[in-house]
């Protein structure tokens, strides 16, 4: 996570990018909240420090329900911004299993419609599986305004640092490439175009 942040500027103005952060299993709660995202660097610390969270199982509906009732609409009907400025309300879900039963999570019928709500919220939703074995029509049906062709995100745990520009520019497209290295390996170049042959004519001056 604190390499999807460092992605970009996080902060209080109008264009900077508010972060919430709510890690679920079998229950859900809210750690961090857009009000208290203050910079980049403080919530990248904040994240190294945040620990595990609270017991086993993969309540998505709970988890969804949580987000909605006590960070989207807790601050404003449709995020922090409510769409101020042409502000987007983004919920980029990291999971590394499938849902457990609605009976371990005590949703019953509850969550199809939980789910619903967090789109309505929500301008987009990025669902990004980590592991092995997670059901892809799962993913598929937590999909949102994704921007590109595949509704979601796919990645082992060797190889999540190959999925970060796929996942930063899927949850805000308009951001443009970060300058700052992470800790993963850059992936293997995807042309082998050359690079343009260069001319007989000098640079114009700067104007």
Known sequence: ??????????????????????????????????????????TKNWISGMGRTYSSGTCTGVSMKHTTDNVIAATKPNGYRNGVGGASTVVVFLTDGNPSSAGYCGAGSSRTSWLNNLKARSDRVVPVGIGGGIATGYLATLSKNMPSGTPYISATYNNLGAILDDLTQAACPTLQPTQNPTKFPTAAPTTAQPTQSPTTFPTASPT
Not at 24 to 38: D, G, I
Request: without cysteine; aromatic residues 10%.
């Open 1 to 42: 996570m604190q390499d999807i942040v460092a992605r970009y500027t996080v902060g209080q103005g109008v264009t900077q990018t508010r972060v919430a952060i709510v890690p679920f299993s079998r229950y859900a709660k809210t750690t961090l909240q857009f009000s208290s995202s203050s910079s980049t660097a403080a």
